[in-house]
């Protein structure tokens, strides 16, 4: 990889990340190489895409479909079903209010209406 001047490619992360270390300047004290720092400095790059555009993600249409489905059944935020059960007690109690007043209404005699 010449972005990290590494000399020959490798599938060995043991030969790999020293020689990221070296190029980032990451050492201990001793001079030895500080591996989990490369190690980190590596996962940033491929994380803001200077390593190129990949993904982990299974893309094939059954997963994508899946994914879609999932998401359309997937239930409401536990916020936006607080605010559903709030909306639906204040219509219970408007609805119960409004049975309250309907019942005083019927039980005064000779009452026919609001008056004005």
């Avoid at 060995?12 to 500080?34: H, W």
């Avoid at 993904?55 to 249409?61: F, N, R, V």
């Amino acid at each position: 990889m010449q972005l990290y001047n590494v000399k020959e490619p490798t599938d060995d992360i043991r030969v790999f990340l020293p020689q990221v270390a070296k190029y980032i300047g990451a050492l201990k004290k001793g001079g030895e190489y500080n591996l989990a720092a490369a190690a980190q400095f590596l996962l940033k790059q491929y994380r803001i895409g200077k390593l190129g555009r990949f993904t982990l993600d299974d893309i094939s249409a059954e997963a994508l479909e899946s994914y879609l489905t999932k998401e359309a059944e997937d239930p409401i935020s536990r916020r936006k079903q607080k605010k559903a059960d709030k909306m639906e007690e204040r219509r219970t109690k408007r609805v119960q209010l409004r049975q309250e007043e309907e019942e005083e209404n019927q039980k005064r005699p000779g009452d026919s209406g609001p008056k004005l």
